[in-house]
């Protein structure tokens, strides 16, 4: 292959996993479309690719689909209605101001996208009652680690769970990682029969997205590089897109 093919089919590689990454976004409301679950195994094997330290690979995941997830997610709800489940404990509460102007931006444009005013409480309620089943997708994933490992091996199964979202979107489904199942843990333990030490650290809704619902349509916006990174040492200040 000659050296300018090479490079053509080298940008090409990168717009299209540029462009897989950027269309990727938490998706709240799914089409009743089912998924295969040869694509679902595939998609799970594209992301046992990610690195892990000394590669132990820590990851664990539950995927649940028809009578099982809808079973597991009454099971759920009945135990939120209960008011028998620990708070969600995922930000440190008071939580930084900078981080804190981010999440109010956040809830202001998710609500705004379902037309429920912040200040009703019994809507919002309901609206977080639906991460419970999946937001209606065909696939739930749950995932787990062992309770002895140390927050480097947590950032791993992050990896893993990136992974899964990007091979997800690149075969045309969409995602939403769901942090609101993890105080639900005893509940799902027992449902899913986890091994003594797995504990569940988040959730994950996966189907084909319903591109009309108004919930789909925020993008939530990012940082501009300039404003997380500090570049140095380079010859010239490179332009930041
Ligand atoms: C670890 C993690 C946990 C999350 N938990 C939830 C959740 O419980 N419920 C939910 O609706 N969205 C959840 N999200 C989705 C975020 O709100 C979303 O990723 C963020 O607002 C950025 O939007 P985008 O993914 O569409 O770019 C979670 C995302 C991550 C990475």
Same mark, same amino acid.
């Given at each position: 292959?000659?050296?300018?093919?090479?490079?053509? /089919?080298?940008?090409?590689?990168?717009?299209?996993?540029?462009?897989?990454?950027?269309?990727?976004?938490?998706?709240?409301?799914?089409?009743?479309?089912?998924?295969?679950?040869?694509?679902?195994?595939?998609?799970?094997?594209?992301?046992?690719?990610?690195?892990?330290?000394?590669?132990?690979?820590?990851?664990?995941?539950?995927?649940?689909?028809?009578?099982?997830?809808?079973?597991?997610?009454?099971?759920?709800?009945?135990?939120?209605?209960?008011? !028998?489940?620990?708070?969600?404990?995922?930000? =440190?509460?008071?939580? =930084?101001?900078?981080?804190?102007?981010?999440?109010?931006?956040?809830?202001?444009?998710?609500?705004?996208?379902?037309?429920?005013?912040?200040?009703? !409480?019994? /809507?919002?309620?309901?609206?977080?009652?639906?991460?419970?089943?999946?937001?209606?997708?065909?696939?739930?994933?749950?995932?787990?680690?062992?309770?002895?490992?140390? =927050?480097?091996?947590?950032?791993?199964?992050?990896?893993?769970?990136?992974?899964?979202?990007? /091979?997800?979107?690149?075969?045309?489904?969409? !995602?939403?990682?769901?942090?609101?199942?993890?105080?639900?843990?005893?509940?799902?333990?027992?449902?899913?029969?986890?091994?003594?030490?797995?504990? !569940?650290?988040?959730?994950?809704?996966?189907?084909?997205?319903?591109?009309?619902?108004?919930?789909?349509?925020?993008?939530?916006?990012?940082?501009?590089?300039?404003?997380?990174?500090?570049?140095?040492?380079? =010859?010239?200040?490179?332009?930041?897109?």
């Amino acid at each position: 292959m000659d050296n300018s093919v090479r490079d053509w /089919a080298q940008q090409a590689i990168a717009q299209c996993v540029s462009t897989v990454m950027r269309s990727r976004h938490a998706v709240r409301a799914f089409k009743q479309q089912a998924v295969d679950r040869k694509l679902v195994e595939a998609i799970l094997a594209d992301a046992s690719t990610a690195p892990s330290g000394a590669n132990i690979q820590p990851w664990r995941v539950y995927v649940v689909a028809g009578r099982v997830k809808d079973e597991l997610g009454d099971a759920l709800l009945a135990a939120s209605r209960a008011g !028998t489940m620990p708070a969600p404990a995922h930000f =440190p509460d008071p939580l =930084p101001d900078v981080f804190r102007a981010r999440l109010q931006d956040f809830g202001a444009r998710y609500y705004a996208s379902l037309e429920i005013d912040r200040a009703d !409480t019994a /809507a919002r309620a309901r609206q977080s009652e639906r991460n419970l089943h999946f937001f209606g997708a065909p696939v739930g994933l749950i995932f787990a680690i062992d309770r002895r490992l140390k =927050p480097h091996s947590w950032i791993d199964l992050g990896m893993f769970v990136q992974n899964v979202m990007i /091979a997800a979107k690149a075969r045309g489904l969409d !995602t939403c990682p769901q942090v609101s199942f993890a105080p639900f843990h005893s509940v799902i333990a027992e449902y899913l029969q986890f091994q003594p030490d797995e504990v !569940t650290v988040l959730a994950m809704s996966l189907g084909y997205g319903d591109p009309e619902a108004p919930v789909n349509q925020p993008a939530m916006p990012r940082e501009r590089v300039s404003d997380f990174a500090r570049i140095v040492g380079f =010859p010239e200040a490179p332009s930041v897109p």
